[in-house]
C-alpha cells in the first residue's frame, strides 16, 4: 500500500507539525507534547518506531535486541528502482535497519519486551528481516516471561521479497504459539494502518488488541473491496471504531492514554502470569 502524504512525519525536525487530518499547523513542541495527535481535532498522526517506544517505555529502560539484524535483497529486486537503493534510503531516513524496532522495556515499571512498527520504513512492511527480528523478540519474551507488547503500523508484506516476506506470517505465528505455551500475555496495539499479511496473522493474536482511533484495520483495502465485489461498503469500514463494534478488538484507546492503559493491564496479566508460572513449576 503506498504511504499517504497527508500524514506528516512526526520526527521531522520542522518547526512546525501539520496535520494529515483538518491540515491545521502547530508548533512542534506542542505537537509533540500532544504525542503528536492533532491540538486542533484529536487525528493520531503516524509516528516513527523511536517516537513510539519513547512515548511508551519508562525513561531509560528501552534495551534493544538485534539492532544488527538487517535484511537483504535476495531476489535482486528492480522497479522504478533498485530494491537495495530503497532499503539504503529507508535505513538513513529512518535510523533503523528495516521496519521494526524491538528490545526490553519497562512500562509503568512492569518488564515487557516490546516491538514497535516503523510506518515510514518502506511502509512498515514485513521483509524477512522484520519477521526475523519480530521472531526473535517474541521467543525472547518468552524466555525472560516478559509480557510482549507489539504496536503495529504496517501495510503487510514487503512486495520486493516475495514468498520470503509471506513466510514471516507463519514464523511469527509459531513463535506467538510458543508464547502461549509458556503462558506468557502478548498485548496487541493496532496503529494507523494495519493492513494485508500484518492483520492476517501476529497483529490479530493478541490475548488482549487494542487499537489506536480511527486507525485503519484490515486485510484488503477498501477500495480494492469495491472494484472487485460492486458493492457499496458501510459507513466507517476498516476502522478501529468499526472493528472494536463487531469484537475484533478489546478497546479503542486514545493515544494519550495508552501508557495508563498498558499499566493496569499488565499489572492484571503479570499477576495472571506469576500464578501460572507457579502452577507450571
Ligand atoms: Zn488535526
Same mark, same amino acid.
Given at each position: 500500500?503506498?504511504?499517504?502524504?497527508?500524514?506528516?512525519?512526526?520526527?521531522?525536525?520542522?518547526?512546525?507539525?501539520?496535520?494529515?487530518?483538518?491540515?491545521?499547523?502547530?508548533?512542534?513542541?506542542?505537537?509533540?507534547?500532544?504525542?503528536?495527535?492533532?491540538?486542533?481535532?484529536?487525528?493520531?498522526?503516524?509516528?516513527?518506531?523511536?517516537?513510539?517506544?519513547?512515548?511508551?517505555?519508562?525513561?531509560?529502560?528501552?534495551?534493544?535486541?538485534?539492532?544488527?539484524?538487517?535484511?537483504?535483497?535476495? $531476489? %535482486?529486486?528492480?522497479?522504478?528502482?533498485?530494491?537495495?537503493? @530503497? #532499503?539504503?534510503? &529507508?535505513? /538513513? =531516513?529512518?535510523?533503523?535497519?528495516?521496519?521494526?524496532?524491538?528490545?526490553?522495556?519497562?512500562?509503568?515499571?512492569?518488564?515487557?519486551?516490546?516491538?514497535?512498527?516503523?510506518?515510514?520504513? $518502506? %511502509?512498515?512492511?514485513?521483509?524477512?528481516?522484520?519477521?526475523? @527480528? #519480530?521472531?526473535? &523478540?517474541? /521467543? =525472547?519474551?518468552?524466555?525472560?516471561?516478559?509480557?510482549?507488547?507489539?504496536?503495529?503500523?504496517?501495510?503487510?508484506?514487503?512486495?520486493?521479497?516475495?514468498?520470503?516476506?509471506?513466510?514471516?506470517?507463519?514464523?511469527?505465528?509459531?513463535?506467538?504459539?510458543?508464547?502461549?505455551?509458556?503462558?506468557?500475555?502478548?498485548?496487541?496495539?493496532?496503529?494507523?494502518?494495519?493492513?494485508?499479511?500484518?492483520?492476517?496473522?501476529?497483529?490479530?493474536?493478541?490475548?488482549?488488541?487494542?487499537?489506536?482511533?480511527?486507525?485503519?484495520?484490515?486485510?484488503?483495502?477498501?477500495?480494492?473491496?469495491?472494484?472487485?465485489?460492486?458493492?457499496?461498503?458501510?459507513?466507517?469500514?476498516?476502522?478501529?471504531?468499526?472493528?472494536?463494534?463487531?469484537?475484533?478488538?478489546?478497546?479503542?484507546?486514545?493515544?494519550?492514554?495508552?501508557?495508563?492503559?498498558?499499566?493496569?493491564?499488565?499489572?492484571?496479566?503479570?499477576?495472571?502470569?506469576?500464578?501460572?508460572?507457579?502452577?507450571?513449576?
Amino acid at each position: 500500500m503506498a504511504i499517504s502524504p497527508a500524514y506528516a512525519r512526526p520526527q521531522s525536525t520542522e518547526a512546525a507539525f501539520t496535520c494529515g487530518a483538518c491540515k491545521g499547523t502547530f508548533p512542534r513542541a506542542q505537537a509533540a507534547g500532544n504525542l503528536y495527535v492533532c491540538p486542533g481535532c484529536d487525528a493520531h498522526s503516524r509516528i516513527s518506531a523511536h517516537e513510539r517506544v519513547r512515548q511508551l517505555a519508562d525513561r531509560g529502560s528501552f534495551e534493544e535486541w538485534d539492532g544488527e539484524l538487517a535484511g537483504r535483497d535476495r $531476489l %535482486g529486486f528492480v522497479d522504478t528502482k533498485p530494491y537495495v537503493d @530503497r #532499503l539504503q534510503e &529507508a535505513r /538513513e =531516513r529512518q535510523g533503523l535497519p528495516d521496519a521494526i524496532l524491538s528490545g526490553s522495556a519497562s512500562i509503568e515499571g512492569r518488564p515487557v519486551g516490546l516491538a514497535s512498527f516503523d510506518f515510514g520504513f $518502506l %511502509g512498515g512492511s514485513l521483509s524477512t528481516a522484520v519477521g526475523e @527480528r #519480530l521472531a526473535r &523478540a517474541i /521467543e =525472547r519474551s518468552a524466555d525472560e516471561r516478559r509480557p510482549f507488547v507489539c504496536v503495529t503500523s504496517s501495510g503487510g508484506a514487503r512486495m520486493q521479497e516475495g514468498v520470503f516476506s509471506l513466510m514471516q506470517m507463519a514464523k511469527s505465528v509459531a513463535a506467538l504459539h510458543r508464547l502461549a505455551e509458556t503462558h506468557v500475555p502478548f498485548i496487541s496495539i493496532l496503529a494507523d494502518p494495519t493492513m494485508g499479511g500484518s492483520i492476517a496473522s501476529f497483529a490479530a493474536l493478541g490475548d488482549v488488541i487494542l487499537a489506536e482511533p480511527k486507525a485503519m484495520i484490515g486485510f484488503t483495502g477498501a477500495r480494492v473491496i469495491t472494484q472487485a465485489t460492486y458493492e457499496q461498503l458501510p459507513a466507517g469500514f476498516q476502522t478501529s471504531e468499526f472493528h472494536h463494534a463487531r469484537g475484533l478488538i478489546d478497546q479503542v484507546v486514545d493515544r494519550r492514554q495508552l501508557r495508563t492503559v498498558l499499566g493496569r493491564l499488565l499489572a492484571v496479566l503479570g499477576a495472571q502470569t506469576s500464578e501460572d508460572a507457579r502452577r507450571l513449576a
